[in-house]
């Protein structure tokens, strides 16, 4: 059974920055390309980010040249951090497979606001 934690999540004025975690267990990361996603409420959930197991990584255009997705194979872990933030970034952040296939986790609440 996979388990996926996220963290790192927070209230942060506009222009600001933060960078999320996600450890996985039960699983291991290393050869599965996966993504964050985000779900603001009363819209669907949507891919923001991915990376692939060869570490090659695509952007959604909304934080195309904000957002960089990192893994470390040796954690098992992906990360996303987030510069210049705004308010429309505002929603529950979680990762999974590229192709969500594992249970999702709780998420994590990134809330941007002055």
């Known amino acids: 059974q996979v388990q996926l934690v996220e963290s790192g999540g927070g209230l942060v004025q506009p222009g600001g920055s933060l960078s999320l975690s996600c450890a996985a267990s039960?699983?291991?990361?290393?050869?599965?390309?996966m993504g964050w996603y985000r779900q603001a409420p009363g819209i669907e959930r949507e891919l923001v980010a991915s990376?692939?197991?060869?570490?090659?990584?695509n952007y959604a255009d909304a934080v195309k040249g904000r957002f960089t997705i990192s893994r470390d194979i040796s954690k098992n872990s992906v990360y996303l951090r987030m510069n210049s933030l705004k308010p429309e970034d505002t929603a529950v952040y979680y990762c999974?497979?590229?192709?969500?296939?594992?249970?999702w986790g709780q998420g994590t609440q990134v809330t941007v606001s002055s």
């Open positions: 990376i692939t197991a060869g570490g090659s990584t």
């Open positions: 039960g699983r291991i990361l290393r050869h599965t390309a």
């Open positions: 999974n497979t590229y192709g969500p296939s594992w249970s």
